[in-house]
């Protein structure tokens, strides 16, 4: 009867939308009730295991306890599904199996699934390397093969899943994760030339910040390959920003590039260029903030005037979450300042010119006043 109730359940389901979870409860204890009525039966080994493999070889139902982990088998038992389960790929493979069906893929991949589960508890690796390739087709499946390989310092079988997985990649982003696998073997390989020289075309072609930070680790990681490399990004980055620049007819995508040069001279600690670069450009107030905070000593009122910048766009978006953030920024350039003994005169003059500004925005002055009563 517990078994009819599950099914009926998902017949209902399809029919209704329950996007309220209210059957989640019910669904809840169906499933522990069936889970425990299973293990009540005083049926054989084999027919436990062969009740376990029919509700498990074919995906029937939505609502279902998990099978077989729910089930509490024993390890007999265990054993006699996951021979059922082989015998279930045998059979499969035998008939030909179109890799192109995902349908068909899907159904292999559930039969092995829980073999290879198994051999990674009994740390059988090469059990797990002759289960992943029965169902390996694309180059991603391949890439798995090459990193267990990699996993076990097996580097040239993991060079050779490698090659494999890139003869079976024909979309742009399957080339792009066949390289970035490659640039691990070859450092694992102590080709360091060879991984740098893949991971420089990486960037060169989808150039950004974060790129740079990888490659830098990268050089570190490996010593240094290219004693031009920071100048070489710089003027990457300058070139492609002024490309999107000259583009006034849309030929160009939207580009980041001047926030990310900005960030790049921060991380230079190249100040000057980083000023020049943030008075000719629209960058992210964020950005604004970081290197306001950098030039506070040395340039204050090009700080204030950069602060002011960046909590005008902050109180700008007018809503509370904005504003708190505005008034911690301000709280923590206040603290900054009286940290070094410096003189506070220029922040409170711009707190009094944003109160002014965005008079009309009630809670933003409520803000000000409330912690900065002299300004506002």
């Given at each position: ?66 099978v ?50 198994h ?73 360091f ?9 990486l ?13 830098h ?41 001047p926030?990310?040069?900005?960030d ?9 260029k ?26 204050p ?13 902050i ?25 070094k ?20 925005k ?15």
């Amino acid at each position: 009867m517990n078994f009819k109730a599950l099914v009926r359940l998902n017949t209902v389901l399809e029919e209704i939308d329950d996007s309220g979870g209210f059957r989640f409860d019910l669904e809840g204890q169906l499933n522990q009730n069936l889970s425990e009525l299973f293990n009540q039966q005083p049926w054989s080994d084999e027919q436990k295991a062969q009740w376990i493999f029919e509700h498990f070889e074919d995906y029937k139902y939505d609502v279902f306890p998990s099978v077989p982990h729910d089930f509490g088998i024993t390890p007999n038992v265990n054993t006699l599904f996951l021979a059922l389960c082989t015998t279930a790929i045998e059979k499969r493979l035998h008939a030909g199996v179109d890799f192109d069906d995902w349908r068909q893929k899907s159904a292999l991949a559930r039969l092995t699934s829980v073999l290879i589960e198994h051999a990674q508890a009994q740390d059988d690796w090469q059990a797990q390397l002759r289960l992943i390739k029965l169902t390996a087709h694309d180059s991603s499946d391949y890439l798995k093969i090459s990193a267990l390989c990699k996993d076990r310092n097996e580097l040239l079988d993991a060079e050779y899943y490698l090659k494999q997985a890139y003869q079976r990649a024909s979309k742009p982003y399957e080339v792009l994760a066949c390289k970035r696998d490659e640039i691990d073997i070859r450092l694992e390989l102590s080709e360091f030339k060879a991984a740098w020289a893949i991971a420089w075309q990486l960037f060169v072609d989808n150039p950004s910040f974060n790129g740079f930070k990888d490659l830098h680790a990268l050089q570190q990681k490996t010593g240094i390959i290219d004693a031009q490399f920071a100048q070489k990004v710089e003027q990457l980055l300058l070139s492609l920003s002024e490309q999107g620049a000259k583009s006034n007819q849309g030929a160009y995508r939207f580009t980041n590039y001047p926030c990310e040069l900005l960030d790049f001279y921060i991380d230079q600690n190249d100040i000057e260029k980083a000023r020049s670069w943030a008075a000719k450009h629209e960058v992210k107030s964020s950005q604004l903030i970081t290197l306001a905070g950098l030039i506070m000593a040395q340039y204050p009122q090009e700080s204030i005037d950069l602060y002011h910048k960046s909590l005008s766009n902050i109180i700008g978006q007018t809503n509370n979450d904005a504003y708190r953030e505005a008034t911690n920024l301000l709280i923590k350039i206040e603290k900054s300042l009286k940290d070094k003994n410096a003189d506070c005169t220029l922040l409170y003059e711009m707190i009094t010119t944003l109160a002014k500004k965005f008079k009309q925005k009630r809670n933003m002055l409520k803000l000000l006043r409330e912690y900065f009563p002299h300004c506002s």
